[in-house]
C-alpha cells in the first residue's frame, strides 16, 4: 500500500489525510442529521469537537495502557504512540462520556442527540479504516484466499510493524465495508426509529457484533489478548458492549414511548 502520499518536502501521512477526511465527512453527516432532527447545530458541532477531542486522548491512553513497556522503553515508543491512533473502544468510551456532560450542560435531549452522532460514527470509521489499511496498521492474519493482501512498503513495517510480503487478511477493508453498510442501515432506520435512541443502540449492538467476528481475522499483537489468547480486549468490550445494550434497550424503549409522540431524556 502507500502509507505516505508525499515524502518531499515533507512526508504527508495517508493516514493522516483519510482521518481528517473521516472527521469533516462525519460532522457533515452528523450536522445534517441534527438539521433533520431540529436540534441545535452549532451546540452539536460543539460537542462533536468536545468527544472527538476527548476519543483521541482516550484511545491513545488506552492503547498505553495495553502495552505500556513497550511506549516507555525509549524514545521511539513514545513517537510510535503518538503516531498511532489507539484503541477504538478507548476512544468511543472517553467521547461518549464527554457527549454525555456536554448534552447535560447544554441543555439538550440525550437519546435524541446520540441518535444524530451514531451515522456520523459509522461513515467516520468506514473512512478512517481506509487509512489503516494504507497505514498497514490493524493487519490481518495470513492468508492463502485469492482475496490476500500483500503489503511491501518497508515503511509500514518500519513504523507498525506490518508483515511484509506475506498475504493477509485485509481486515482494515473488511471492517470498513462493514461499517458502511451499517451506517446505510442507519441512515435508513433514522427517520423510521420507534423510539429515540434506536439509532443508537442499533450501532452500539451492530458495531461490536461485526468487530468481534472481524477479530478472529486480525493479525496484529499490540491490540491485547486475554484468557490465554482466545479472546482479544476489543472481543470482551464488544461482549460487554452488546450485553449492556440489550439489557438498557428495553428500559429506554419503554420510557420514550411512555413519554408521548416527542420524547426527550
Not at 470482551?236 to 409522540?261: D, N, T
Request: hydrophobic residues 55%; charged residues 15%; positive net charge.
Amino acid at each position: 500500500m502507500h502509507p505516505r502520499l508525499l515524502t518531499w518536502p515533507i512526508d504527508v501521512p495517508t493516514y493522516g489525510v483519510l482521518i481528517a477526511t473521516a472527521l469533516m465527512v462525519g460532522l457533515w453527516v452528523v450536522l445534517r442529521q441534527a438539521r433533520k432532527a431540529g436540534l441545535d447545530a452549532t451546540a452539536i458541532f460543539d460537542l462533536v469537537v468536545a468527544a472527538v477531542i476527548a476519543g483521541l486522548l482516550g484511545a491513545k491512553l488506552t492503547l498505553f495502557l495495553q502495552d505500556w513497556r513497550a511506549f516507555t522503553r525509549d524514545w521511539h515508543g513514545l513517537v510510535d504512540l503518538l503516531r498511532s491512533a489507539g484503541v477504538f473502544y478507548g476512544g468511543f468510551a472517553a467521547g461518549l462520556v464527554t457527549a454525555i456532560w456536554y448534552v447535560r450542560r447544554a441543555r439538550l435531549p440525550l437519546w435524541p442527540t446520540l441518535d444524530v452522532v451514531a451515522p456520523g460514527l459509522a461513515i467516520g470509521q468506514a473512512i478512517g479504516r481506509l487509512g489503516c489499511f494504507a497505514a498497514g496498521c490493524c493487519y490481518g492474519r495470513p492468508t492463502t484466499g485469492p482475496w490476500g493482501v500483500t503489503f511491501r512498503d518497508p515503511f509500514a513495517f518500519r513504523t507498525v510493524g506490518t508483515p511484509i510480503d506475506i498475504p493477509l487478511h485485509p481486515t482494515q477493508l473488511y471492517e470498513s465495508a462493514a461499517v458502511l453498510l451499517l451506517f446505510l442501515v442507519l441512515i435508513w432506520v433514522a427517520p423510521r426509529k420507534r423510539f429515540h435512541g434506536m439509532v443508537m443502540f442499533l450501532y452500539a449492538i451492530g458495531y461490536a457484533s461485526l468487530r468481534f467476528a472481524i477479530e478472529f481475522y486480525r493479525g496484529d499483537s499490540s491490540r491485547g489478548l486475554l484468557f490465554h489468547g482466545a479472546l482479544s480486549t476489543s472481543q470482551v468490550v464488544a461482549i460487554a458492549v452488546v450485553a449492556l445494550s440489550l439489557a438498557a434497550l428495553p428500559y429506554v424503549a419503554k420510557r420514550q414511548r411512555l413519554a408521548g409522540a416527542a420524547p426527550q431524556a
